[in-house]
């Protein structure tokens, strides 16, 4: 396995296949392969989401924390994966180098390439590992905990992927049938679970959020809260909190006049 950058990256490579140095110690060329970039790669690895919540999910995951992440990059570098691969690994075919995050949120990179909407995140052009991947349960939960390692079966396990080969810092796993949430650290290159606050949520510190479940309308989801507890809200919902605030308003001083 190939480390770039500080960023480990396995590459499955034909007997004819060598690794070239460069000027540069951190950066090698493979001999008689092309090195794929975002539009080369597969988009979709064929498969769909699996219910009708996934989703709206991700669509309030984005909404409630994009203020946050405009705070902490005033620059507006940073990227949201929703459902969307990280390629890891070149193998044929490309999609069993890939994983598909329901949910992820990278740091410190442009949120467009050359002028273009990211088809897929592609580490060994980008280098910079995700913060956070959340996944989604609709089955079992086996895949979003396989530890399967590359050499053991023919693709790599989600939790294997996430903690060896990307190291991603936070692994989320949501399974709203069960109201249940498991959050990972990555410390010393394996994961640990954390343990719920006293409000019952998880800290992601370099975030400054917390992320816990919250019951609506009979459903769990996945919500996002600051450090003090109160709950990031939606769009949807900060427009109807200054809809409802401007309603008071009008109901003691009449109407706003023009």
């Known amino acids: 396995m190939l480390k770039l950058n500080n960023v480990y990256l396995g590459i499955a490579m034909e007997s004819t296949q060598t690794l070239v140095p460069t000027a540069n110690p951190n950066v090698v060329k493979l001999a008689n392969i092309n090195i794929p970039d975002h539009t080369q790669l597969p988009e979709s690895d064929g498969t769909f989401v699996k219910n009708f919540q996934e989703h709206p999910q991700s669509i309030v995951l984005t909404s409630s924390i994009e203020p946050i992440l405009q705070k902490l990059h005033p620059d507006g570098r940073y990227c949201i994966g929703q459902d969307s691969g990280i390629y890891w690994r070149i193998t044929e075919p490309p999609e069993k ?12 990179v442009p949120p467009l390439l050359d002028g273009e909407f990211r088809r897929s ?30 050499h053991e079966g023919e693709k790599a396990g989600k939790f294997w992927v996430y903690e060896q080969a990307i190291g991603i810092p936070f692994y989320v796993i949501f399974e709203a049938s069960k109201a249940l949430i498991e959050v990972y650290h990555l410390i010393d290159r394996r994961y640990v679970k954390m343990q719920p606050n006293d409000r019952g949520h998880y800290s992601i510190a370099p975030m400054g959020v917390e992320i816990g479940l919250k019951q609506e309308s009979g459903l769990y989801w996945l919500r996002w809260w600051n450090e003090s507890g109160n709950l990031l809200l939606t769009g949807d919902e900060r427009a109807a909190k200054a809809e409802a605030l401007l309603q008071k308003y009008r109901d003691r001083f009449g109407d706003i006049s023009e």
């Not at 180098?97 to 410190?108: K, L, Q, R």
């Not at 995140?121 to 905990?145: C, N």
């Open 121 to 150: 995140y592609v580490l060994w052009k980008e280098f910079v590992v995700p913060l956070i991947a959340i996944e989604f349960v609709s089955g079992s939960g086996k895949e979003e905990r396989d530890y399967t390692s590359p």
């Open 97 to 108: 180098g890939a994983e598909a995050p329901d949910w992820f949120y990278v740091p410190n």
